[in-house]
T-cell receptor, first 115, second 112 residues
């Protein structure tokens, strides 16, 4: 079964450093998303991306965050200057169509620890 | 946003059926009812979705009330691997474009 692949599975970074989280969505999917989950809390939407631009973002997704699809396969989330409160699981997801009659596929996540 | 209400937790025994309820009394006519689950230390996983009719797939069944104000996810024969948090989510034009809005979900424990 096709999978969304995320790397690394765990990243530890110093506060103030830049991090890039990587995702390889399913190859024929056109819509891409990032979500995060702080330990013990709900899964929260960050951003959706289609046709090389952001289609929707949440209040969490401020100027410190950016997304990019640098080539035909990768989808990245960059945090420019990490804060302690950015520590969370980050999940990438993709979907084939923009349609409520369709499910997403999520990756297994990257655990980001900011120290 | 239309809200869903689920019990915080449920418990069942291995190899028995499990019925996970969800209330969505303010659902609109074009909202789809989606279910996802999150196994420990994993990302959310799509389970099933429906609009009006009951739906079956290899993972589960979804029973939707005639008035659509509630639905039930049915796991026909639970295994230990089904222990997870189950989320009932409405998706439609008025739920905010494409994003999924996760609540706290129902934490399902399966006893051996």
């Amino acid at each position: 079964e096709p999978e969304v692949t995320q790397t690394p599975s765990h990243q530890v970074t110093q506060m103030g450093q830049e991090v890039i989280l990587r995702c390889v969505p399913i190859s024929n999917h056109l819509y891409f998303y990032w979500y995060r989950q702080i330990l013990g809390q709900k899964v929260e939407f960050l951003v959706s991306f289609y046709n090389n631009e952001i289609s929707e973002k949440s209040e969490i997704f401020d100027d410190q965050f950016s997304v990019e699809r640098p080539d035909g396969s990768n989808f990245t989330l960059k945090i420019r200057s990490t804060k302690l409160e950015d520590s969370a699981m980050y999940f990438c997801a993709s979907s084939e169509v923009r349609n409520f009659n369709y499910g997403y596929t999520f990756g297994s996540g990257t655990r980001l620890t900011v120290v | 946003d239309a809200k869903t209400t689920q019990p915080n937790s449920m418990e069942s025994n291995e190899e028995e059926p499990v019925h996970l309820p969800c209330n969505h009394s303010t659902i609109s006519g074009t909202d789809y009812i989606h279910w996802y689950r999150q196994l420990p230390s994993q990302g959310p996983e799509y389970v099933i979705h429906g609009l009006t009719s009951n739906v079956n797939n290899r993972m589960a069944s979804l029973a939707i009330a005639e008035d659509r104000k509630s639905s039930t996810l049915i796991l026909h024969r639970a295994t230990l691997r089904d222990a997870a948090v189950y989320y009932c989510i409405l998706r439609g034009e008025f739920q905010g474009a494409q994003k999924l809005v996760f609540g706290q979900g129902t934490r399902l424990t399966i006893n051996p």
